[in-house]
């Protein structure tokens, strides 16, 4: 199975900061890599599809990049929305597998 | 309004079994994939499961032999059938559409299924 590791665990970020969060897969996923948002006792919300491009309805401040192994979550002006927990995902090969979740709170 | 709904969820005792839907709208079910996740409280996502449109079915190795995901076009519903439950199965299970490669797009609220005597 493919190994999903996010970075940092969890974080605290004010308003108007900008925020990265790393995602490192176990072996090379080429592009196929997602990533989610989830609200404390919602279901999560698509941000990011193969690995760069934007969901239809997502704010343009967040932004994926990465192939290969890393991958790279950026929220380039954190809002008070944005504070939740953020998942990758790989689709690469079955089993797909997340990563274990960064919680961004506030600071 | 594109909707997923499941239901089925609740209370089994270890080595029970439960049979969990989920109905969907607002959109042309049979042309999708569709995917169960599951959260235990306070822990990540997992997938547990998948079906294409042409019925092919994939598990990961913590639920197969005891998990079966079936769909029925008909009726726009997806199933999960869960037998032999463990302590460690409960968790709310989500449904879920699969969008592009492999990225799901729409989720259900969630069910809650808890394992225990």
Known sequence: DIQMTQSPSSLSASVRDRVTITCRASQSLSSHLNWYQQKPGKAPKLLIFAASSLQSGVPSRFSGSGSGTDFTLTISSLQPEDFATYYCQQTYSTPWTFGQGTKVEIK | ?117
Request: charged share 15%.
């Open chain 2, 1 to 117: 309004e594109v909707q997923l709904v499941e239901s089925g969820g609740g209370l089994v005792q270890p080595g029970g079994s439960l049979r969990l839907s989920c109905a969907a709208s607002g959109f042309t079910f049979s042309s999708y994939d569709m995917h169960w996740v599951r959260q235990a409280t306070g822990k990540g996502l997992e997938w547990v499961s998948g079906i294409g449109t042409a019925g092919d079915t994939y598990y990961p190795g913590s639920v197969k032999g005891r998990f079966s995901i079936s769909r029925e076009n008909a009726k726009n519903s997806l199933y999960l059938q869960m037998n032999s439950l463990r302590a460690g199965d409960t968790a709310v299970y989500y449904c879920a559409r699969e969008f592009e490669v492999g990225a799901f797009d729409i989720w259900g609220q969630g069910t809650m299924v808890t394992v225990s005597s």
